[in-house]
């Protein structure tokens, strides 16, 4: 690798790198039980949900369509990032959660990143509503069909915990190149869920925009990730 390559290396991953092997070398899978919870949880939906018994009890409690009551979307949308899609493989859904939810519960704490994962995956869920209302004559719309997809799976929550931790630890090549990869998506592939991997990074955004201010507004003193200064942190 050339020195301009390493250099970029450095800057880029350098931080994030650090933070996440001191942890796995600090404390091995226990540094990610929330992640390692939600890979085992993500597996036994996929093998109930193919059973001839348990389709449809996965259905009732993590099934989300826009078609579906408020209420019951809302109540449902939680579990729906668990329970993968019928027609994608599911090691995808577990490689995303494993390595994903990973890293973020070692960057950012088991709880902030739930919490960054629920929004960017009920971002996706509300967007689909607001999609369909607009029709699929508006550039966000969606067509009346979609509100029948079921709408599950862990990609919405990948997506936007990817951009939180890039814009945290300021991997901002990583940050864009994720969010230029859902739109080309987009463009591609014009469907529900490309669309609600762009809701999912504009909820997060705002976020980020948030979190930003609140940073503006200390007294700086604190080192930033990406200084020569900054530790990272270990998180419980």
């Given at each position: 690798?050339?020195?301009?390559?390493?250099?970029?290396?450095?800057?880029?991953?350098?931080?994030?790198?650090?933070?996440?092997?001191?942890?796995?070398?600090?404390?091995?899978?226990?540094?990610?039980?929330?992640?390692?919870?939600?890979?085992?949880?993500?597996?036994?939906?996929?093998?109930?949900?193919?059973?001839?018994?348990?389709?449809?009890?996965?259905?009732?409690?993590?099934?989300?369509?826009?078609?579906?009551?408020?209420?019951?979307?809302?109540?449902?949308?939680?579990?729906?990032?668990?329970?993968?899609?019928?027609?994608?493989?599911?090691?995808?859904?577990?490689?995303?959660?494993?390595?994903?939810?990973?890293?973020?519960?070692?960057?950012?704490?088991?709880?902030?990143?739930?919490?960054?994962?629920?929004?960017?995956?009920?971002?996706?869920?509300?967007?689909?509503?607001?999609?369909?209302?607009?029709?699929?004559?508006?550039?966000?719309?969606?067509?009346?069909?979609?509100?029948?997809?079921?709408?599950?799976?862990?990609?919405?929550?990948?997506?936007?915990?990817?951009?939180?931790?890039?814009?945290?630890?300021?991997?901002?090549?990583t940050g864009a190149l994720v969010v230029v990869a859902m739109v080309?998506?987009?463009?591609?592939?014009?469907?529900?869920?490309?669309?609600?991997?762009?809701?999912?990074?504009?909820?997060?955004?705002?976020?980020?925009?948030?979190?930003?201010w609140r940073e503006g507004r200390q007294d700086g003193s604190e080192p930033r990730?990406?200084?020569?200064?900054?530790?990272?942190?270990?998180?419980?």
């Amino acid at each position: 690798m050339s020195p301009g390559l390493k250099g970029f290396a450095r800057r880029e991953w350098g931080p994030l790198f650090t933070t996440v092997r001191t942890a796995l070398a600090a404390k091995g899978w226990r540094a990610v039980p929330m992640t390692l919870a939600a890979v085992c949880l993500t597996a036994l939906f996929q093998l109930v949900q193919n059973q001839g018994w348990g389709y449809q009890p996965v259905q009732d409690i993590g099934s989300v369509r826009a078609e579906d009551p408020l209420g019951l979307a809302l109540l449902r949308t939680p579990l729906s990032l668990f329970v993968p899609a019928l027609d994608l493989p599911v090691w995808g859904a577990l490689a995303q959660i494993l390595l994903v939810f990973g890293i973020a519960e070692i960057c950012l704490g088991r709880w902030r990143t739930l919490v960054l994962a629920y929004t960017a995956t009920l971002a996706g869920t509300l967007y689909a509503r607001i999609g369909i209302a607009l029709g699929p004559d508006s550039p966000l719309g969606l067509p009346a069909s979609d509100a029948r997809v079921v709408d599950t799976g862990p990609s919405a929550a990948v997506v936007g915990l990817a951009v939180f931790v890039c814009w945290r630890y300021r991997a901002w090549w990583t940050g864009a190149l994720v969010v230029v990869a859902m739109v080309v998506e987009v463009l591609v592939k014009n469907n529900l869920a490309g669309k609600e991997h762009l809701a999912a990074i504009a909820a997060v955004l705002v976020l980020v925009a948030c979190a930003a201010w609140r940073e503006g507004r200390q007294d700086g003193s604190e080192p930033r990730p990406g200084t020569r200064s900054w530790k990272p942190p270990i998180r419980s």
